[in-house]
């Protein structure tokens, strides 16, 4: 007898008895551009929504080259080690990994990437970014349905992505190096303000007197920060990904955040808001992909747009005109 493997209920079992195989079809369900796929796997996720919520969110953000491999491999195998179950989702829009991604890495999550408290899974890849981050959204969701007690999601340090996994996560750590002054200025302010955890990584050998300093730097800047929560200020730490040292610090202040903000109400208040504010998006979103596939709307697109280019129309009057054609019907 052949059963069909994407078999909505089938799915949602393996899911529930932590089934690899069935987590990791029901995320590329989710990533699926086909409209049948990502029905089923908002079928799948609508019916597993009890079962979700109840792990830590880690993101992890950090310039290239930071550690952040480094250190989600130690970190990772740390949070194992004391009985979790642990996965790995990464947001990258821009690909710059070929391929692979974060799995293209492995040699640098060698021990976590074997063990099997451990999922991960890599970014979905190319795309706007919206997108990307809707569908780590869904596999986060997915993750913790299957078990996985604590999800860590990581970004690259560029662009847009930190505020989109920011948005998806309870607490916001971000990676820094031991170099000194010039490197605080780089880090935008934006981003630091997101962090409600500075680590500065690479506290080892010749790099531990330039740790000291930076961490010192970064505690004296993210005090003149606007904190995000009352019953939380932002801490800097000091690690070394590759010594462990610092690790287990880190580990003991993710726990301590989270009974923080969880007393205070905060934790809930911010997750209804990060659920609104997901609504709201997919609602924009979907908004956008039926204007520009409406049969009404579509041919005139380039036109509206030329018009608009060449000051024949304002983009006021072009966007009016077009969306009056799309709600006419
Ligand atoms: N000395 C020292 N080197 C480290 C530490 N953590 C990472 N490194 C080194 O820094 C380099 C970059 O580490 P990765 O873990 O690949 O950094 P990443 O942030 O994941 O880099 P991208 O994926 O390219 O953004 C590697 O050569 C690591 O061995 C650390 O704690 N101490
Ligand atoms: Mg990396």
Redesign the pocket.
């Known amino acids: 007898m052949t059963r069909d493997p994407d078999a909505a209920p089938d799915l949602i079992a393996g899911i529930r008895n932590g089934d690899r195989r069935s987590l990791a079809r029901a995320i590329t369900l989710a990533e699926s551009t086909r409209a049948d796929h990502r029905e089923l796997a908002d079928e799948v996720l609508e019916t597993l929504l009890p079962d979700t919520g109840r792990s830590r969110r880690i993101g992890i953000s ?1 310039p ?8 989600i491999e130690a970190f990772g195998t740390h949070i194992i080690d004391r009985g979790h179950r642990l996965a790995v989702l990464a947001i990258d829009p821009s690909s710059r990994r070929t391929g692979g991604s974060i799995l293209g ?1 492995k040699t ?1 999550m060698a021990e976590l990437s074997h063990r099997e408290e451990a999922f991960i899974r890599p970014s979905p890849g190319r795309g706007h970014l919206g997108g990307v981050a809707r569908r780590t959204r869904e596999a986060m969701l997915l993750c913790e349905a299957a078990g996985f007690d604590v999800v860590i999601i990581e970004t ?1 340090g560029v662009g847009q992505s930190e505020v989109a996994v920011a948005d998806m996560v309870d607490l916001f750590t971000l990676l820094v190096s031991p170099a000194g002054g010039d490197e605080l200025q780089g880090i935008k302010r934006g981003i630091m303000e997101l962090a409600d955890l500075v680590v500065v ?2 506290a ?2 010749d ?1 531990a007197a330039a740790a000291g300093r930076s961490r010192a730097d970064h505690a004296a800047a993210v005090h003149l920060l606007r904190p995000r929560w009352q019953a939380w200020a932002t801490e800097v730490m000091a690690c ?3 010594t462990g040292l610092g690790i287990e610090e880190i580990w003991d202040a993710v726990g301590r955040f989270i009974d923080a903000v969880s007393a205070s109400g905060e934790l809930a208040e911010a997750r209804s808001r990060q659920a609104t504010a997901w609504l709201w998006s997919e609602i924009s979103d979907t908004l956008i992909d039926r204007f520009r596939a409406d049969p009404g709307v579509a041919p005139m697109l380039a036109e509206a747009e030329a018009a608009v280019a060449t000051g024949r129309h304002t983009p006021t009057h072009a966007a009016r005109m077009l969306l009056d054609r799309f709600t006419a019907h």
């Not at 290239?64 to 250190?71: E, Q």
């Open positions: 950090g290239p080259g930071v550690g952040k491999s480094t250190f890495d640098r690259i990584n690479k080892d050998g790099l070394s990904a590759l």
